[in-house]
């Protein structure tokens, strides 16, 4: 594991020249545009061919088979894609500024596997079957470690590095515990199959409005976390300088993440190296300043979830690979390569 010690110093929250913030806020610009350009995409294409004519009568026009398709299938699919990616984005970002670990996401904490235990329990002990009745078990596994952790982790006397070891630890045992019931439980082995894999083929209406006040709530609370996090980036005893209650902060950063990924998880299933890759890339170009690390994320991280989960519906037609597959081959040499860098930086 890389924790990172704390940096120097520095005036990270200090204003940045106008041509600085003009570039960045072009870029973010371009960036929503993007991201506008995908959503539409993925309304438009899937696993069944449809012309732009039909897509375009299915969504406004036609409540046959192209508008079951269209709205009942791919907008609400493209809609929860739009919600998770954003939440894993920030979750991810949050993380990696609290653990001082560029190289965190919300999978190192154990919060993606905490939902994942509460849905095996949910299956192999309640019979609980349909999406909508265990997504309230991940959600509820996933606040339960999130809580946990922070106790765990040292609660007012937090830190970045007991955080991460409390993680790891937690991480573990969960791990055994889902690998003993999915062995010894068959049925529960083959309903967790796919959600595990994480996927959005199985998106309605019905479960974006169960995790959207969850989700809401997470991103406004992470986005409020900018400044005071930019203040613990320079170091415990700066932060206190400059007014930074370090308790609250971390309490809350927690809060966001936990909400964030678990709401995500329990929707779609543990989708990996979004929440990873997407804030380290952006703070390559925006710099340590999390008053734009956020929003970057916020808009890239849905870029690329919904970006590979339109790849995995063309590639595989007329079947689909899911999302969590795309995601996990594009991220793994990406990963690959951000080690290997930072290894090669430290030379």
Sequence with gaps: MLVDSPPEPRAESAPAPPKRRAIRSIGLLVSVLVLLLLFLTSIAIGAKSMSLDQVWHGLFEDSGTYGDVVVGERLARTLLGLLAGVALGLSGAVLQALTRNPLADPGLLGINLGASA??????SFFGVTSLSGYVWFAFAGAAIVGVFLYILGGARGATPVRLALAGTAISAALYGYLQAVM??????LNK?????????ASANTDTIKQVLPFLVIGTVLALSLARPLNAMAMGDDTARALGAHLTRTRALSMAAATLLCGAATAACGPIVFVGLMVPHIVRSFTGPDMRWILPYAAVLSPVLLLGADVVGRVVARPAELQVGIVTAVIGAPVFIL???RRKLAQL
């Design 183 to 188: 062995i010894t439980d068959g049925a529960a």
């Design 192 to 200: 967790m199959r796919f959600w595990t894999v994480g996927s959005l």
């Design 338 to 340: 951000l080690v290997r």
């Design 118 to 123: 509460a849905v095996v329990t949910a299956i």
